[in-house]
């Protein structure tokens, strides 16, 4: 009879208890309660839990809300004693009960964000932070969440919050990392966020994500905060967002992650953009499903159509190119990892072989000046004083002028995209405004510098035409190769190690035809590539997906 009377102090009268289990019944029944409070005890003041458990810790204890709906007021004794929250009294989060019966228009309402941010400032008074670590942790959540969208106030009703913490956490039961009681709390996460997010907690129930949670109890599997964040959650529509989220996927898909980085959809999130595809575009969010299920938006049937999202009539082509596609993956991946090891290795050997040779060449230039310090080695009397050679007209500075300087501009813009983990290129990128005039910058100076290389090649097409009958291609006055060449290089380097006279070259040495041959080739490919790029629909039509990710490369 004890736990009745204590009951019927704690409801004023309102409500009755019936039997152990403490079940409130009709009206009526109400109405008898308030009657038996008239012989209530003395108020039991500063309660302590064992006080509050004697009827709290009844399953089923129930009371009308402020609604006037049924309020389930239950706390599981054991379940509380292992939180987080265990070992503090009830009356520290429940200010306002201070003495039983509870005083009539007692609201209970708890303080989650006060009480940590002024246990806070006591430890920091008493110099123990080191020691409350992870109370400092929870008020650092708490800032964060007051900047999220669930700190705003509800559109329906300005007076709540969107979700506070209640709203997501089981007060009573919140339990340390690592606990298996957190491992189950953790499986309960998307029915809490279901409760406002309908629509998307029945998507989620079919993912596969879902059905690892929900159906399989896999506490591993990505529930809602783990792309959402927890408490600094805000509005998916703003880029910030977005690319917060797919930084999450990462998460879990560490290595999808990097290979999706490394693409130009990858380099231009990590510039801080979130207009190019990210992971939801082509998976799906909430209802995301395995790459093989009929269902997916990347299984081979819905790839196209996925595409199309953002590249308006994009054609099958796109269907195989490699979103993921890595050079360290020769089993799945082989064009791709041929065209890299191809262009590293022919960029180490070029930069390898000039290096050494401008090397022995410096050496052999320092040996030659060390021998003839003793003597004169610039022969004045033979010097063309007063008299200079324009090397080159007008026109021609003008083109070297602006293939220098479209070069210049076409390499920062480019490279700002290729290095965009690095800590200048963000900046770079910012200075012209988005990565988006970054790229009309970037195709203008291509334009431009693919005119004035065009232009030259013109230019030695007529004046070949004009002297066709007695052009000799591979004779001195021409830039194209010949075996002269070799034998020229070889004596260069006789003389590099001293074991020869210095060679005499004709108009055009052997490192002069390289230099133009390289740039030209060099010019053509990153100018195709660059167009295949360009105008991808075009590219697609008629080359397979993968030919994409080797143009990339390439041009890079």
């Known amino acids: 009879m004890r736990v009745s009377k204590l009951a019927t102090w704690f409801m004023a009268g309102a409500m009755c208890l019936a ?36 009827c709290h810790g009844n399953e089923g204890f129930a009371a009308p809300g402020a609604d006037g709906q049924m309020r389930q007021l239950h706390v599981i004794k054991d379940k509380f004693g292992k939180s987080v929250h265990g070992k503090r009294a009830c009356v520290e989060c429940h200010t306002d009960i201070t003495e039983i019966p509870h005083k009539t228009g007692v609201t209970h309402k708890v303080s989650c964000v006060t009480c940590h941010e002024a246990m806070w400032d006591a430890v920091k008074a008493e110099g123990k932070t080191k020691e409350n670590e992870r109370l400092g942790v929870v008020v650092q959540q708490i800032d964060r969440y007051m900047n999220s969208i669930h700190a705003r106030p509800s559109r329906e009703d300005q007076s709540r919050t969107n979700a506070t913490c209640y709203n997501c956490h089981a007060p009573h039961y919140i339990y340390p990392k690592g606990s298996p009681e957190r491992a189950e709390w953790r499986l309960s996460v998307p029915n809490a966020c279901g409760k406002c997010h309908a629509k998307e907690r029945e998507l989620y129930a079919t993912s596969v994500h879902g059905k690892a949670v929900l159906n399989d109890k896999n506490p591993v599997a990505a529930i809602c905060s783990d792309c959402h964040t927890t408490h600094d959650v805000e509005d998916p529509a703003k880029d910030s967002t977005k690319l917060a989220i797919t930084k999450n996927c990462g998460g879990c898909h560490a290595e999808s992650l990097k290979t999706y980085t490394d693409t130009y959809h990858g380099q231009i999130n990590k510039l801080g953009y979130a207009y190019t595809a990210k992971c939801f575009d082509c998976h799906g969010s909430h209802g995301i499903q395995r790459v093989d299920d009929p269902k997916s938006k990347v299984h081979p049937n819905n790839r196209l159509q996925t595409c199309q999202q953002c590249h308006q009539g994009a054609t099958q082509g796109f269907t195989t190119f490699e979103p993921h596609g890595t050079t ?178 004709d108009r055009w040495t052997y490192w002069e035809k390289f230099d133009y041959w390289a740039p030209f080739w060099g010019v053509t490919i990153i100018g195709a590539t660059g167009v295949m790029l360009w105008i991808p629909n075009v590219t697609a039509s008629f080359l397979p997906g993968w030919a994409f990710n080797v143009a990339t490369i390439v041009h890079g």
């Not at 152990?20 to 008898?32: C, F, G």
């Not at 220098?404 to 983990?421: E, F, P, R, W």
């Open 19 to 54: 039997g152990a289990s403490i079940v409130w019944q009709e009206h009526a029944i109400a109405a008898d309660a308030a009657t038996s409070s008239k012989a209530a005890e003395p108020a039991v003041g500063n309660p302590d839990n064992d006080t509050c458990l004697a």
């Open 328 to 505: 360290h993956d020769f089993g799945r991946y082989p064009y791709i990892w041929i065209a890299s090891k191809f262009m590293i290795q022919l960029l180490l050997g070029t930069f390898a072989f000039f290096w050494t040779h401008t090397a022995l060449w410096f050496y052999r230039e320092y040996k030659d000046r060390q021998a003839r310090m003793s003597r004169p080695h610039v022969r004045t009397d033979e010097l063309l004083l007063g008299k200079y050679y324009r090397r080159f007209p007008l026109i021609w500075r003008i083109a070297h002028l602006t293939f220098a300087l479209t070069l210049m501009i076409l390499t920062l813009t480019g490279m700002s995209v290729l290095y965009a983990d690095s800590a200048w290129a963000p900046v770079i990128m910012n200075a012209f405004g988005s990565p988006k005039v970054a790229a009309i910058v970037h195709r203008t100076c291509a334009v431009i510098f693919a005119t004035v290389f065009i232009a030259q090649l013109i230019y030695f097409v007529l004046r070949i035409s004009r002297n066709w009958k007695t052009f000799q291609w591979f004779g001195p006055n021409s830039l194209v190769p010949r075996w002269q060449d070799l034998w020229d290089m070889i004596a260069m380097f006789k003389w590099f190690f001293g074991l020869g006279p210095r060679p005499v070259f």
